[in-house]
T-cell receptor, first 111, second 106 residues
Framework: DGGITQSPKYLFRKEGQNVTLSCEQN?????MYWYRQDPGQGLRLIYY???????QKGDIAEGYSVSREKKESFPLTVTSAQKNPTAFYLC??????????FGSGTQLSVL | GIQVEQSPPDLILQEGANSTLRCNFS?????LQWFHQNPWGQLINLFY???GTKQNGRLSATTVATERYSLLYISSSQTTDSGVYFC????????FGAGTTVTVRA
């Protein structure tokens, strides 16, 4: 089936630890995005990538890093510099900057 | 950045009722989309509608770009329509509103 797969569904981070969230799509979409959602709020853009080997910071990039080595993959690393990482993380993709499609999300919590 | 305001913040409906959700935005945009987030967190794209009117079943949307607002209409609401509705605007980067939480009661 075509779609966007995020893993894991739930993730726990210890103090001082880096964790990586996976996002894979088999839709052949060029652009991919990472959003953060806090309870009761809208989505805020962390990073986005329009083509392989290129990515740009969004509105809240501090404490996060990404890579785009393959068209189908856009992993997000939450570093120890991110002091308030507990949130729901959503990956999205679009073929041409029009309709945006989302994965099912990863809930990150701090131990 | 672009400011996006959605109203009302909360809406409680009886099954079968009709409703209108509004999205105001602060600047010209060439991309506007409506999403529904279900209780399990999954976001579904309802409409890509930078201007004009579109319909999909019981849902329809209208964007008046020159006046910087968009409306989402839900007709004959069902309990499965419950969830949070988001408006997102911009260009390549989308800015999301805070959402309208809709609860449809049987």
């Amino acid at each position: 089936d075509g779609g966007i797969t995020q893993s894991p569904k739930y993730l726990f981070r210890k103090e001082g630890q880096n964790v990586t969230l996976s996002c894979e799509q088999n839709l052949n979409h060029d652009a991919m995005y990472w959003y953060r959602q806090d309870p009761g709020q809208g989505l805020r853009l962390i990073y986005y990538s329009q083509i392989v080997n290129d990515f740009q910071k969004g509105d809240i990039a501090e404490g996060y890093s990404v890579s785009r080595e393959k068209k189908e993959s856009f992993p997000l690393t939450v570093t120890s510099a991110q002091k308030n990482p507990t949130a729901f993380y959503l990956c999205a993709s679009t073929p041409s900057g029009e309709k945006l499609f989302f994965g099912s999300g990863t809930q990150l919590s701090v131990l | 950045g672009i400011q996006v305001e959605q109203s009302p913040p909360d809406l409680i409906l009886q099954e079968g009722a009709n409703s209108t959700l509004r999205c105001n935005f602060s600047d010209s945009v060439n991309n506007l989309q409506w999403f529904h987030q279900n209780p399990w967190g999954q976001l579904i794209n309802l409409f890509y509608i930078p201007s004009g009117t579109k319909q999909n079943g019981r849902l329809s949307a209208t964007t008046v770009a020159t006046e910087r607002y968009s409306l989402l209409y839900i007709s004959s609401s069902q309990t499965t329509d419950s969830g949070v509705y988001f408006c997102a605007v911009g260009g390549y980067k989308l800015s999301f509103g805070a959402g309208t939480t809709v609860t449809v009661r049987a």
